[in-house]
């Protein structure tokens, strides 16, 4: 129960300074930290495998592509603080509490029922035995839209290449004109 | 365990607020990435209490979509970058203008 308790405190500092930190540097890796302790959550809860994938695709690719493309982008335009609307803050803040509250409400009546350590057969034979018999087709599906992403950021990035090369086009006809 | 439940309803209810709040995309997107994972939280929590495996194959495919989303939302926000010089949201009116 003190590890629980240990681990829950540590996630909580880390997502704050996700939201709250100024720069978005220091969010970014507050964003690794905080994955990293969900996946020693995982761990705790005895899904090694989800805990394992959590590291490596999440904390691992994730966070790291963040840090990469802000390596991209100039970092001096995150250090300046924009002024923020109070009014906005303040109205989402009270919202999110009521929102909070009735989520502890409702985990907090079915408390009894949802605490109850279910030990079913949770090895990871069983597991990808469902994986590739009853969910095969979306796994497929996952696949699918990898590689459709993977083309999107292609066609996404590259867009500019496009615009220079025509840009490029139309200066020869000038000339040639 | 149960205090796992009330962590990723914080997780989710903490990103929700940021992406509410929060002005430069890459932070609005850093704090989505938080409401996923209170949510794959959520789908382990359920998983150990009822047995089924079915959540612990949900998340997995998730972790799958937020890569994807995270993938195409970066790109989006580097082609931003190169056509507008700004990542903020109050400075692109496209729609407005």
Redo the contacts between chains.
């Keep these: 129960m003190a590890v ?2 240990m681990l ?1 405190i540590l ?2 500092v880390f ?2 300074m ?2 709250f930190s100024k720069k ?1 540097v220091v ?2 890796f507050s ?1 690794l930290m ?2 990293l302790m ?1 996946a020693m ?2 761990f705790q ?3 090694v ?2 805990s394992a ?2 590291v490596l ?2 904390a691992g ?2 966070a790291i ?2 840090v990469f ?2 390596m ?2 100039n970092l001096e ?2 250090t300046n603080n ?1 002024e ?1 609307s109070k009014w ?2 303040i109205v ?2 009270v919202t ?2 009521v ?2 509250g009735v ?2 409400l409702v ?1 907090n009546n079915n ?1 009894e ?8 057969d ?1 090895s990871m034979k ?2 990808f035995a ?2 590739f018999d ?2 095969y087709l ?1 796994f497929e599906m ?1 696949t699918v ?2 590689l ?3 083309v ?2 292609i066609v ?2 590259s ?2 290449k496009h615009e220079v090369a025509e840009e490029l086009a139309a200066a020869k006809s000038e000339d040639k004109v | 365990m149960s205090i796992y439940y009330y962590l990723s309803a914080f997780l989710f209810c903490l990103g929700l607020l940021g992406s509410i709040f929060k002005k430069d995309l890459i932070s609005i997107l850093l704090c989505l990435e938080l409401m996923m994972s209170g949510v794959a939280v959520l789908f382990v929590l359920f998983s150990k209490s009822t047995g089924f495996l079915d959540s612990q194959l949900m998340v997995i495919f998730m972790m799958i979509i937020s890569a994807c989303e995270v993938a195409i939302g970066l790109s989006l926000i580097i082609a931003l970058y190169r056509k507008k010089q700004t990542i903020y949201t109050d400075d692109i009116k496209i729609i407005t203008e």
């Design positions: 629980d308790i829950t996630t909580v997502a704050l996700v939201v978005t969010a970014a964003l905080t994955l969900i959550i995982y809860l005895g899904t495998f989800i994938v959590q695709i999440n690719a994730i592509l963040f493309v802000m991209l982008i335009q995150f924009r923020k906005k803050l989402s803040t999110i509490l929102l909070l989520f502890a985990i408390i029922t949802l605490s109850v350590m279910n030990l079913a949770n069983t597991l469902k994986l009853v969910y979306p996952a839209l990898l459709a992403a993977i999107a950021c996404i990035t867009h500019e």
